[in-house]
Protein backbone atom coordinates (compact mmCIF):
# COMPACT_ATOMS: atom_id res chain seq x y z
CA UNK A 1 0.00 0.00 0.00
CA UNK A 2 2.98 2.84 0.19
CA UNK A 3 5.46 3.05 -2.35
CA UNK A 4 9.15 4.40 -1.94
CA UNK A 5 10.97 6.29 -4.55
CA UNK A 6 14.53 6.94 -4.30
CA UNK A 7 16.34 9.66 -6.30
CA UNK A 8 19.64 11.43 -5.93
CA UNK A 9 22.25 8.61 -6.59
CA UNK A 10 25.32 9.13 -8.85
CA UNK A 11 29.09 8.89 -9.36
CA UNK A 12 31.10 11.73 -7.16
CA UNK A 13 34.34 11.70 -6.61
CA UNK A 14 36.02 11.56 -2.86
CA UNK A 15 35.42 14.42 -1.12
CA UNK A 16 32.12 15.10 -2.72
CA UNK A 17 28.69 15.08 -1.45
CA UNK A 18 25.00 13.96 -2.57
CA UNK A 19 21.90 14.24 -0.95
CA UNK A 20 19.28 10.74 -1.45
CA UNK A 21 15.84 11.75 -1.42
CA UNK A 22 12.81 9.51 -0.37
CA UNK A 23 9.30 10.11 -1.35
CA UNK A 24 6.92 8.18 0.46
CA UNK A 25 2.63 7.78 -1.18
CA UNK A 26 0.06 5.44 -1.48
CA UNK A 27 -2.81 4.51 1.06
CA UNK A 28 -0.47 5.69 4.26
CA UNK A 29 -1.97 5.21 7.53
CA UNK A 30 0.82 6.21 9.48
CA UNK A 31 4.73 6.43 8.79
CA UNK A 32 6.99 6.13 12.21
CA UNK A 33 10.30 5.59 11.38
CA UNK A 34 12.56 5.89 8.00
CA UNK A 35 15.61 5.44 7.28
CA UNK A 36 18.42 4.71 4.95
CA UNK A 37 20.32 1.22 4.39
CA UNK A 38 23.38 0.40 2.19
CA UNK A 39 24.83 -3.30 0.61
CA UNK A 40 27.94 -3.19 -0.75
CA UNK A 41 28.68 -6.30 -3.10
CA UNK A 42 29.77 -9.55 -0.99
CA UNK A 43 28.68 -7.51 2.42
CA UNK A 44 25.05 -7.78 4.21
CA UNK A 45 22.42 -4.85 4.08
CA UNK A 46 23.25 -2.76 7.15
CA UNK A 47 21.46 0.22 8.68
CA UNK A 48 23.36 3.92 7.54
CA UNK A 49 20.98 6.30 9.68
CA UNK A 50 17.59 6.55 11.09
CA UNK A 51 14.89 8.83 11.80
CA UNK A 52 11.67 8.52 13.75
CA UNK A 53 8.79 10.57 13.37
CA UNK A 54 9.82 13.01 16.17
CA UNK A 55 12.96 13.63 15.04
CA UNK A 56 15.06 11.43 16.86
CA UNK A 57 18.01 9.88 14.64
CA UNK A 58 20.64 7.02 14.69
CA UNK A 59 23.54 6.94 12.67
CA UNK A 60 26.15 3.91 11.78
CA UNK A 61 29.67 4.63 13.44
CA UNK A 62 31.26 4.74 10.10
CA UNK A 63 29.05 8.19 8.78
CA UNK A 64 29.09 10.24 12.16
CA UNK A 65 29.81 13.44 11.33
CA UNK A 66 29.80 12.93 7.75
CA UNK A 67 25.96 12.04 7.22
CA UNK A 68 22.92 13.64 8.36
CA UNK A 69 19.32 12.34 7.81
CA UNK A 70 16.27 14.44 8.03
CA UNK A 71 12.84 13.98 6.97
CA UNK A 72 9.60 16.15 5.87
CA UNK A 73 6.79 14.89 8.22
CA UNK A 74 4.04 16.68 6.31
CA UNK A 75 5.36 15.57 2.90
CA UNK A 76 5.97 12.06 3.91
CA UNK A 77 9.73 12.47 2.27
CA UNK A 78 12.90 11.30 3.87
CA UNK A 79 16.97 12.73 2.78
CA UNK A 80 20.22 11.82 3.36
CA UNK A 81 23.26 14.34 3.10
CA UNK A 82 25.78 12.70 2.18
CA UNK A 83 29.09 14.56 2.78
CA UNK A 84 33.29 13.93 2.67
CA UNK A 85 31.78 11.03 1.00
CA UNK A 86 34.34 8.04 0.55
CA UNK A 87 35.33 5.62 -1.39
CA UNK A 88 33.88 2.70 0.91
CA UNK A 89 30.27 4.58 0.97
CA UNK A 90 29.90 3.04 -2.29
CA UNK A 91 27.12 0.89 -2.41
CA UNK A 92 23.29 0.22 -2.91
CA UNK A 93 21.22 2.75 -1.02
CA UNK A 94 17.26 1.60 0.34
CA UNK A 95 14.88 3.88 1.61
CA UNK A 96 12.94 2.20 4.41
CA UNK A 97 9.95 3.06 6.03
CA UNK A 98 8.14 1.71 8.79
CA UNK A 99 4.22 2.10 8.76
CA UNK A 100 1.78 1.30 12.00
CA UNK A 101 -1.52 0.18 11.23
CA UNK A 102 -2.47 -0.14 14.99
CA UNK A 103 -0.50 0.06 18.20
CA UNK A 104 0.62 -3.82 17.56
CA UNK A 105 0.68 -4.13 14.04
CA UNK A 106 3.69 -3.03 11.94
CA UNK A 107 4.35 -2.90 8.19
CA UNK A 108 7.70 -2.67 6.54
CA UNK A 109 8.16 -1.08 3.24
CA UNK A 110 11.58 -1.05 1.24
CA UNK A 111 12.22 1.26 -2.49
CA UNK A 112 14.24 -0.37 -4.90
CA UNK A 113 17.39 1.15 -4.35
CA UNK A 114 19.66 3.49 -5.72
CA UNK A 115 23.30 3.68 -7.03
CA UNK A 116 25.99 5.51 -4.91
CA UNK A 117 29.44 4.86 -6.43
CA UNK A 118 32.15 6.96 -5.07
CA UNK A 119 35.61 7.39 -6.90
CA UNK A 120 38.99 7.66 -5.74
Known amino acids: QVQLVESGGGLVQAGGSLRLSCAAS????????MGWYRQAPGEQRDLVAS???????NYADSVKGRFTIFRDNAKNTMYLQMNSLKPEDTAVYYC??????????????WGQGTQVTVSS
Open 96 to 109: HAEEVRSSSWYVDY
Open 26 to 33: GSIFSINT
Open 51 to 57: VTNGGST
